[in-house]
């Protein structure tokens, strides 16, 4: 079973950075593709960012393309999120999640496993 740790989250004021990590075990790291997702308060959960098995493929939802960068050690089996330039709509619940042999999907049905997440908090 795979188990999924989040941690870096907090209390940032707009304009300012975070980064958060999840940290991987229980399965070789490097073959999944690992996402992360956010959920506010009365929203559904949405996609932020993803990142293939193999590293090569990322994406990013629109509203964060150039504020936020994906990427994964797979020496440290740990995935990070750079937030820069954070907002107040940023201000969610972040999820980090695990997708074998992915190659960096948008829905969340493609991941099997997911963390407990880490609260961020993006104050005006």
């Known amino acids: 079973q795979v188990l999924l740790v989040e941690s870096g989250g907090g209390l940032v004021q707009a304009g300012g950075s975070l980064r958060l990590s999840c940290a991987f075990s229980?399965?070789?790291?490097?073959?999944?593709?690992m996402g992360w997702f956010r959920q506010a308060p009365g929203k559904e959960r949405e996609f932020v960012a993803a990142?293939?098995?193999?590293?090569?493929?990322?994406d990013y939802t629109d509203s964060v393309k150039g504020r936020f960068t994906i990427s994964r050690d797979n020496a440290k089996n740990t995935v990070f999120l750079e937030m820069n330039s954070l907002k107040p709509e940023d201000t969610a619940v972040y999820y980090c999640?695990?997708?074998?042999?992915?190659?960096?999907?948008?829905?969340?049905?493609?991941?099997?496993?997911w963390g407990q997440g880490t609260q961020v908090t993006v104050s005006s």
């Open positions: 999640a695990a997708d074998l042999w992915g190659s960096a999907a948008t829905r969340s049905t493609s991941y099997e496993f």
């Open positions: 229980g399965r070789t790291f490097s073959r999944y593709a």
């Open positions: 990142i293939s098995w193999s590293g090569v493929n990322t």
